[in-house]
């Protein structure tokens, strides 16, 4: 069992930044791939950046990347989003999910944060 809990969420202004913080605790040395999900409300939740727990390896969605930068700290048992040029349409709830198995899905969620963007 993993448990997650996110921070760092708020109402920033369109071009704002935020840094997000999900802090590991548990079996966490099974964690395979870790993720920040977003859910727009009347949306489903959808992926926004992931990485490899060993190796450290990104991928984001399409509408983040190079905005948004994906991070771990091992020591830490810590997963970090950095958000930059924010838009409306990044806000939402965002979560931090887990894999603990290899080519298994995400089992362990946080919370959720709310991120709010005005205009």
């Known amino acids: 069992q993993v448990q997650l809990v996110e921070s760092g969420g708020g109402l920033v202004q369109t071009g704002g930044s935020l840094r997000l913080s999900c802090v590991l605790s548990?079996?966490?040395?099974?964690?395979?791939?870790m993720a920040w999900f977003r859910q727009a409300p009347g949306k489903e939740r959808e992926s926004v950046a992931t990485?490899?727990?060993?190796?450290?390896?990104?991928h984001y969605a399409d509408h983040v990347r190079g905005r948004f930068t994906i991070s771990r700290d091992d020591a830490e048992n810590a997963l970090y989003l950095q958000m930059n040029s924010l838009k409306p349409e990044d806000a939402g709830v965002y979560y931090c999910?887990?894999?603990?198995?290899?080519?298994?899905?995400?089992?362990?969620w946080g919370q959720g944060t709310q991120i709010t963007v005005s205009s």
């Open positions: 548990g079996r966490t040395i099974s964690t395979v791939t």
């Open positions: 999910a887990a894999v603990t198995t290899f080519g298994g899905r995400f089992a362990f």
């Open positions: 990485i490899t727990w060993r190796d450290g390896i990104t």
